[in-house]
């Protein structure tokens, strides 16, 4: 298992009534804002512009990413770094990164996630909570693509980038 010092985000867990009956959301603890340092926000963008507009993150250590995508037709889109899924939305198949996942409305074209980024992990909120994962951050160094967003005619719905800052320094 690779550890490197790394520690899951605390979160906050709820109950919620959804269409499948009562179902247990994960959301990170609303202090992590305090650590957040705005870098930008956008709306209504081409799958290329927002992909443009991450690259000066590429090799930022921790990074907060929140964004909505909007999907032309069912087929699958996602999020990269560096050929690394962060996310792999299956519209087809239900599926989100392999594991399936049903939207609370079936009839949704979009996907919202929080993707918090260190250096050695990665931890996404789907749908604000209801679905969440976390993976080791693997940075394949003949991938020189840094942060691309991926699919068929995709819309990035909006878009917001947070730098993270060490809590020891607060």
């Known amino acids: 298992m690779p550890f ?3 520690m899951l985000l605390p979160t906050v867990l709820s109950l919620r009534t959804t269409k ?4 247990l959301f994960s959301e990170p603890i609303k202090e992590l804002e305090a650590l957040q340092i705005a870098k930008g926000q956008w709306k ?3 799958a ?3 992909g443009e507009l991450l690259q000066p993150y590429n090799h930022t250590g921790s990074l907060r990413i929140r964004t909505t995508l909007s999907l032309s037709h069912a087929t699958n889109a996602g999020l990269s770094l560096y050929g690394q899924n962060l996310l792999d939305y299956d519209m087809n198949f239900n599926k989100v990164n392999g594991v399936f996942y049903s939207p609370e409305d079936m009839t949704s074209m979009e996907i919202s996630v929080d993707i918090i980024l260190d250096r050695t992990s990665v931890e996404v ?4 909570g ?3 994962y976390s993976m080791e951050r693997r940075v394949d160094p003949n991938n ?3 942060f691309r967003f991926w699919g068929n005619n995709i819309q990035v719905k909006n878009l917001e980038v947070y730098e993270l800052q060490s809590i020891w320094n607060k």
């Open 4 to 6: 490197n010092g790394t």
């Open 20 to 23: 499948d009956g009562i179902r």
């Open 44 to 46: 209504d963008l081409s």
């Open 48 to 50: 290329e512009k927002a």
């Open 125 to 128: 909120f789907v749908d604000g």
């Open 130 to 132: 209801a679905y969440s």
């Open 144 to 146: 020189k693509d840094g």
